[in-house]
């Protein structure tokens, strides 16, 4: 049974960082290319920023403007998204992705707010 369970979200105040983590079960985690969206509440999901494989190239949305950093370890199964300097645009659930030529599979998101 293929999974994909996020955590690490929760309430931070402006400025303020989390990690948050990508758990993958089911499926050959190390061919798959991962990403993360968000969805905020009334916007469409949106790309947050993707890595390959085996790690060796990401990219990133341009509100990320080098705050978040993607990130696995393909021995632990695991993906991750470090957030720093979060702002109140930065609200919503977060979810990650993996990808395989035409296979893909979602987790079930993580909320993530800004508050002061």
């Known amino acids: 049974q293929v999974q994909l369970v996020e955590s690490g979200g929760g309430l931070v105040q402006p400025g303020g960082s989390l990690r948050l983590s990508c758990a993958a079960s089911?499926?050959?985690?190390?061919?798959?290319?991962m990403s993360w969206y968000r969805q905020a509440p009334g916007k469409e999901r949106e790309l947050v920023a993707t890595?390959?494989?085996?790690?060796?190239?990401?990219n990133y949305a341009g509100f990320v403007k080098g705050r978040f950093t993607i990130s696995r370890d393909n021995t632990k199964n695991t993906a991750y998204l470090q957030m720093t300097s979060l702002q109140v645009e930065d609200p919503a659930v977060y979810y990650c992705?993996?990808?395989?030529?035409?296979?893909?599979?979602w987790g079930q998101g993580t909320q993530v707010t800004v508050s002061s």
């Open positions: 992705y993996a990808k395989r030529g035409r296979g893909s599979y």
């Open positions: 089911g499926f050959t985690f190390s061919n798959y290319a």
């Open positions: 890595i390959t494989s085996v790690g060796g190239v990401s």
